[in-house]
């Protein structure tokens, strides 16, 4: 199963228990935004569905960590996500690691 890396005091809990419905989870832990971005890219968690209020500045480094690890963060549709938005706010968004 997956290990999760979830928001220790923010989101959208229903939202997220509907995402992990989908998914077989071994293990859930909590950290801090970028920090979860930059455990993914260690290798020492899968997925990280944030289904709550975020800025480019909180993810934007563990973003680039992640990326240069094999990584992705995509929007809910499966499309990237951007950078540059004139708000600065983040939509709802789900950070891979490496898939088989």
């Excluded at 709550?52 to 809910?76: N, S, Y």
Aim: overall charge neutral.
């Amino acid at each position: 199963g997956l290990t999760v890396i979830a928001s220790r005091s923010h989101g959208d809990t229903g939202a997220l228990d509907a995402f992990l419905s989908r998914q077989k989870v071994a293990q859930r832990r909590e950290a801090g935004s970028s920090l979860k971005l930059c455990l993914i890219a260690a290798g020492e968690a899968d997925v990280y569905p944030r289904f709550g209020r975020t800025m480019e500045w909180d993810i934007a480094a563990g973003h680039a960590v992640l990326g240069a690890a094999g990584g992705r963060v995509e929007l809910t549709d499966g499309s990237p996500l951007r950078y540059g938005k004139p708000d600065f706010e983040n939509p709802h968004f789900i950070a891979w690691g490496l898939r088989d």
